[in-house]
């Protein structure tokens, strides 16, 4: 696998090594000793997928406290634009955020460390989207901003006659909003 690290500390590209034949290809997604090497120490305990059409944006999100999480994530269908955005407060890079599409042809994944929201805009017809999470989900913990946050400035490259978000996204808070202290 190439790790390739980005413009925000800790946020990494992760490519694999693709092995194709006639019958196809193989390659490993995952591999603790290589991630270990690399940076990312981390133990998944949680898999989710969810599929969605074009046009639908997911996020901002995180978990806060003792329940933040990290993140692995990767398209097995489709293709995404995958957004994470810095929010700890002392880093050099609060409200920057990285941008990656990620597709079932290019293979990559992006890994998200804690202190970050997350979010993905389906950019094909239909995306079924994978990630491994580092600690499990809880409602209580919930936290998010909203896609459009002007102090953010994401191009989620859908037009806005096109988006598809929940109503629980598009009442989201701002930049400002994100706690201080919270990880």
């Known amino acids: 696998m190439n790790f390739i690290k980005t413009d925000i500390d800790g946020v990494i590209i992760i490519e694999p090594k693709i092995f194709t034949d006639n019958r196809g290809y193989f390659f490993e997604s995952y591999n603790a000793a290589e991630f270990i090497a690399n940076g990312i120490p981390n133990t ?8 969605s059409c074009y046009g639908v944006i997911r996020g901002l999100h995180c978990q806060l406290g003792e329940h933040a ?11 995404v634009l995958d957004v994470a955005v810095d929010i700890r407060r002392t880093s050099p890079t609060f409200g920057k955020h990285v941008a990656v599409e990620l597709s079932a042809e290019n293979q990559r994944q992006l890994f998200i460390p804690r202190g970050f929201l997350h979010g993905f805009s389906v950019l094909s017809d239909t995306a079924i989207f994978a990630y491994k999470c580092d600690n499990f989900y809880c409602k209580e913990s919930e936290f998010g901003i909203r896609y459009d946050d002007p102090e953010i400035g994401i191009d989620w490259r859908i037009p806005a006659d096109k988006i598809i978000t929940s109503d629980k996204d598009r009442i989201a808070k701002g930049l400002k909003d994100v706690p201080d202290n919270w990880m």
């Open 44 to 51: 998944f305990v949680q898999d989710n997928q969810s599929k």
């Open 69 to 79: 999480q990290a993140k692995l994530v990767r398209v097995l269908q489709g293709c």
